[in-house]
């Protein structure tokens, strides 16, 4: 392949280094050869690139396969490395923020809080969602039974006064005292 790379394009700087895929592939011979085969990849390799940050070209070109193929085979090993590189670098983000790095630190709680919110209102979205009309109607009636005890609740403690506290031999139990 790199030979035809060479033929093709002499003074190529692809051809020269031997990287085939950008310069294009002779067409397959033969009916029924519809389909290439499947390429070799390992998903440990294509998760440390998704740690690093490479992206999906990036990947597709170093592996020499399509960037559908890696989507479609690798999704979980990407987002994978994806996450880990999310993690590392919000633990060191955590630890120059406990070490008095106060742009660290402001970065720290702006993107952790943010990223905590986000993913709490997709996880409600994705359960309201979820529920059937019967369930949503039930839900809403338990917080309304809830809703109206807490309020009778509340009532009952504002209508009957408090029982005046007895003092003890020290004073009345509102005096703040020492420890």
């Known amino acids: 392949m790199a030979d035809f790379a060479k033929q093709s394009h002499p003074n190529c700087l692809d051809a020269t280094l031997g990287f ?3 310069v294009g592939k002779p067409a397959i011979e033969g009916i029924g050869d519809k389909y290439m085969p499947k390429a070799k990849i390992d998903a440990s390799q294509v998760e440390d690139l998704a740690l690093i940050g490479s992206t999906l070209a990036e990947m597709a070109m170093l592996l020499n396969c399509s960037e559908e193929s890696l989507d479609r ?5 990407i987002k994978r490395g994806m996450v880990r590189r999310m993690i590392l670098m919000r633990r060191e ?9 106060a742009t660290a630190l402001k970065w720290f709680l702006t ?3 943010s990223e ?3 993913d709490f209102e997709r996880r409600q979205k994705e359960f309201y969602a979820s529920l059937s009309v019967e369930e949503m109607v039930d839900m809403v009636d338990k917080i309304d039974s809830l809703r109206l ?3 009778q609740q509340t009532d009952k403690e504002t209508e009957s006064p408090a029982t005046p506290q007895q003092e003890s031999d020290l004073g009345s139990v509102g005096v703040k005292r020492p420890n």
């Open 93 to 101: 983000l955590l630890v120059r923020a406990m070490h008095g790095d």
């Open 111 to 113: 993107d952790s809080f």
């Open 149 to 151: 005890a807490l309020q």
């Open 20 to 22: 085939e895929q950008s």
């Open 73 to 77: 085979r690798f999704r979980k090993n």
């Open 116 to 118: 905590q919110m986000r």
